[in-house]
């Protein structure tokens, strides 16, 4: 009988060993499909076991995000925005089932679930403490942000304004109106939550929208720096008193229109200084420059400040472009920020940014650094420089020209007492639409600048007669006002 | 059966009792478990619970007073079976107490606790009653009759209960009885008389067809019988899970003790006709099946009745625990529908992860290789019958019950040998472990020496 006993152990042996394999199938290969289907809640209910990380900006004094603990058994850690509408497209949101903005991209930081911070995840595993994530301090400028967010909302426009250093690419403010407010997304009910997003979804203003990054648009007159800056760097025996021809009406190979000047003004006697043309924001001179530099100048001097090139962000971005290749006529609008050239109010700011760090261009960033639940840093604002824009003699000529604009130009509505502001205004035509986008880019002070801004004001939301110089200009020097204040 | 017991008896070497090591083990295993308790409290609310030392001194002394009766009235018995029965019951004792912090009904980590208790009182009192299981062999038949009479009792009226759909319980009083659980015992234990007294009959009677023996017509009619009760528990108790058990181990304990490939042959066509046949006539076992083939269908996991809903949460939880699990305390065992019964695997899948489904698995393999062990080494053809019909019993419950929340066959309710709330199981697992315990004694103790040894040689030489 101890034969067949054996037999009959084996198969035991068996039946245990495919219960074994079973569970490591289970576990190892079917447990990914089990984790997203939608019928399995424990995603949902886990989002809310962690001690998220908090979510603050200048160095930690000010919270944008924070985690409080209910004590609630189902939904223990609920987030909360304080200043939720304000700082809405930047910090995003963090929902029962998505999230977005900073708590999307620091998410495995915030939730704990990052690499580095495996230790950490292993002593509160074993001390069965809940899973705590890292925090995340910010480089916005609380004071300036709030100065943009009132103004900007206060006007009632809606638009954009992001401002940043320089120097290290840190980004000091980022505003997008219309805004949200993502604690309504934030709340533990699916259902709800579900709604209030429909509801934004829905909205035709876009308030979820973040139109710093997520949309482009015709730059305008703003975008006649990237062509000075080609036609500067182009032939270093040219400077700001170069004279260029500034007829009334440009004529524009192969097409009957002419390309004219901003509500068909002369400017100055038919031939101009580029300093004069850039101050008054004459259109004929620089359609003439880009038509004369060509496309493939044109596009490597775009290149150089980012344009077209995917960009590193802490945001998703839109992609950027000065317009395909195509009749020579198209080469005259896009060198006046028309056509098909489309630009986002960060890449704008970047180009103000890299013509005040003499011609550097930096990478931009809104991480200040990142802290574990234990208090020491993981990870630390580095500045990075992504390319060479111009020369730096070249930036000094732009710079000059900038400071020319706002005090004698179309830009004096910018201008701050005691302080030497450099700035471009632009006014752009969007489509068929009979009103203008206002732009305008600038940095402060021009001898060491401290911060570089965009500001857009969408079409329409302005009135028809809106220009940058009248509508973009004073709040950008409210904005940078306060940004000085507070550095 | 060509080698005589007692010839067999020195292959299996006469080691020490191994009573020191065993309390060494008792002891571990109680920390494990109160450890695990203390684990569960820092989970769900930062704190050791009161009751760690309430529940877990409980335990302990539950235990060693088993050992202690163990230690007394079967000394040599296997030393590994105590522990490992105590870790695997107390840990299921975690687990309830568990699911009873989520506030799921029916779960109850004090009624458990009592419930081990009964169960060691009657584990003791196999032990002690019970001097020498071969007494069982005398009762082949009484235990035959008490195993059936146990198994249709829920059919019978006044008595009879039907709970979540199966007709498998009986109402004493305010307990609830499932006497499924005592007649499996009662049933091994005829079997393993039975087929003592028959085998040679059913073993060797019969005639060659191509390459198989055939038993005879007229010897089918035990299998055929067994066969028949099983799809009578099917049909009028809706209870798939005890038909499969009761039959299986029957035809295992036929091929253990006939030598006979044929019988389980035969065993696996009726098995396969019966299966087919009640997947035909009746609406659940049909359901179960294509549960088991496409749970995460939405036409089948929306189903009201027999549907996939609950199995999917089970595999949902296995899933969610990775390699460590959530840890105790931190998984969603509210989410499953009866977690604290049928699916308490799918808890310890979840909040001890693989390591933890490993470990536990590998536990009970161990409980039933100690079991086979004391078969190889019992020294009369029922012992090893009945200790190997045990212990196979217990092995193909664990797989028929943890293969079907795992979707490896498809599900048929059973509880979780020592882990699932419910006394009835709790308690005839208990006895099923005491008869183990007699039978190991029986077969470590060293056969009694022959005074005249020596003499005898002597005068076999002059």
Redesign the interface.
Known sequence: MNGTLKRAAVACMVMFGLLMINVNYLGAVKAGDYSTDNRNTRSFYKRYAVDRGWITANNGKTTLAKTVDTKDAEFRYEREYPNGRMYAHVLGFFAPESARGIELNENKLLDGSDPDLVVGRLIDFVSKKPPKGASVDLTLIPAAQKVAYDKLRASGKRGAVVALDPKTGAVQVMVSLPTYDPNELAIPDRGKVAAAYNKLADDDTDPLLNRVTEKTYPPGSTFKVVTAAAFLEADRSRDPETTVPAPQVLDLPGTTAGLPNYGGAACGSGEVTLRFALERSCNTPFGQIGMDLGWDTMREESAKFGIGEPIDFDLPTAGTTIGPEIETAALAQLAIGQRDNQQTPLQMAQIASAIANSGVLMKPTLINKITDPGGSVIEELKPSQLDEAMSGEVADELKQMMVSVITNGTGTGAQIPGVTVAGKTGTAEAGDAPAPHAWFIGFAPAEDPKTAICVFIEAGSAGNDATGGGTAAPLARDVMQAVLEAK | ?T?APVA?APAVPMTAKRRGAQLVMLAFAIVVVMGAYA?VG??IN?QIPSGTFTYGLGLAALMFAAYGVLAKWAPWADPLLLPLVTLVNGLGLVIIYRIEQTGQGGASATNQLMWTALGVVMFSATLIVLKDHRALQRLTYTMGFIGLGLLVMPLLPFVGREINGARIWIGVGPFTIQPAEFSKLALVIFFAGYLVAKRDVLALAGRRLLFIDLPRARDLGPVLATWGLSLGVLILQKDLGSSLLVFGTFI?ML???T?RTSWVLIGVLLFIGGAVLAGQLFGHVQARFEVWLHP?APEF?DRELGGSFQL?QG??????????GT?L??G?PN?IPLSFSDFIMAVV?EEL??TG??AL??V??LI??RG?RT??AARD?FS??LA?GL??IL??Q??II??GV???IPLTGLVTPFMSAGGSALLANWILIALLVRMSDAARRPPPQAIQNEGLTQVFTR
């Open positions: 059966m080698t067999e684990s820092l989970g930062g295992v091929y253990v003790a030598q995460e996991y999917m595999l949902f939880a296995f899933g969610s625990g990775g390699i460590l840890g305390g931190e969603f989410l899948g992860g693989l489904l490993m698995l590998m009970y393999a039933v290789q086979l078969a190889l053809p090893k019958l190997g212990s196979f092995a193909w664990v797989f943890v293969g795992t979707r490896l």
